[in-house]
């Protein structure tokens, strides 16, 4: 079974730091580029960041660039994202998804939840 | 930046079709595809370029993208299709989400 299992989320301070973990399993890991989406409380979902599958490309959405870093282990089927200076607005439930090429998300995990407060 | 625009809301009645449209500049020069998100479900991919279904998404489900327009179309529309519906398109190296449309089954 294809599947992915988002893990890591949880309650930080504004200015803090959170690393997400996507574990994948039922699929060749190595060859598929990988997502990862956002769905802040009450809202519609958010694109976050992409990494090809040999980590050759990566690309950010603007409000993430700088702060946020996408990075994978095609070894251990694993999708990371470090969160650094987080900001309220950045609480949301993370998920990440597979991606056919750049066009579209075929499979997401079970999304993590990150709360940024005081 | 790119945009895409949704009605916020479709009401529906059981067996009737719903239409929800998703507009973006020349969005039909683009691959544009659609998520269903059930409460508290992660989102699942119902139409990718353009018109093509996913293995065991009902045939209900069914899309086109021309010019400045992509429909996602729900004929005999039941129960279980009332969710949030998201259109989705890749732009200048960025996913670009619409902001969703609810669809209320009456």
């Known amino acids: 079974e294809v599947q992915l299992v988002d893990s890591g989320g949880g309650l930080v301070k504004p200015g803090g730091s959170l690393t997400l973990s996507c574990a994948a399993s039922?699929?060749?890991?190595?060859?598929?580029?990988m997502n990862w989406v956002r769905q802040a409380p009450g809202k519609g979902l958010e694109w976050v960041s992409s990494i090809s599958s040999s980590s050759r490309y990566i690309y950010y959405a603007d409000s993430m660039r700088g702060r946020f870093t996408i990075s994978r282990d095609n070894a251990k089927k694993s999708l990371f994202l470090q969160m650094n200076s987080l900001r309220v607005e950045d609480t949301a439930v993370y998920y990440c998804?597979?991606?056919?090429?750049?066009?579209?998300?075929?499979?997401w995990g079970n999304g993590t939840t990150v709360t940024v407060s005081s | 930046s790119y945009e895409l625009t949704q009605p916020p809301s479709v009401s529906v009645s059981p067996g009737q079709t719903a239409t929800i449209t998703c507009s973006g500049h020349?969005?039909?020069?683009?691959?544009a595809c659609w998520y269903q998100q059930r409460p508290g479900q992660s989102p699942v991919l119902v139409i990718y370029?353009?018109?093509q279904r996913p293995s065991g998404i009902p045939e209900r489900f069914s899309g086109s993208n021309s010019g400045n327009t992509a429909t996602l179309t729900i004929s005999g529309t039941q129960a279980m299709d009332a969710a949030d519906y998201y259109c989705q398109a890749w732009v200048s190296s960025s996913y670009v989400f619409g902001p969703g449309t609810k669809v209320t089954v009456l």
């Open positions: 370029q353009d018109s």
């Open positions: 998804a597979r991606g056919w090429d750049f066009y579209y998300m075929d499979v």
């Open positions: 039922g699929f060749n890991f190595s060859s598929d580029t």
């Open positions: 020349r969005l039909g020069d683009k691959s």
